[in-house]
């Protein structure tokens, strides 16, 4: 399985803007991949402004598919533009 994980400063004014489209995202997702077992956004207790990102692929084919689906490339941009500066994205392989 192939899995990332994704930390995100968001700008205080955009909070609302990007919850909505990452649970926009988060639904289409689950609804349209199959082979998408997790998509969760997930918000800091201490830090109200860092938002991680955790999903879960059946295999890199699946996270390819995602990364290509025409959603995605419909609210990835608008996600970035709430960001305060780039979006830390690390790759993982599944152990247990």
Not at 58 to 64: G, I, L, S, T, V
């Amino acid at each position: 399985m192939t899995a990332f994980i994704a930390r995100l400063k968001v700008n205080g004014d955009k909070a609302g803007t990007f919850e909505k489209l990452q649970a926009e995202l988060s639904e289409l997702a689950h609804a349209q991949e199959p082979d998408l077992f997790v998509y969760d956004v997930i918000k800091s207790r201490d830090d109200p402004g860092t938002y991680v990102v955790y999903a879960r692929f059946k295999d890199q084919q699946a996270f390819d598919h995602h990364m290509s689906i025409d959603f995605h490339d419909r609210l990835v941009p608008p996600i970035l533009e709430c960001l305060d500066e780039e979006m830390l994205l690390e790759m993982f392989d599944y152990v247990a």
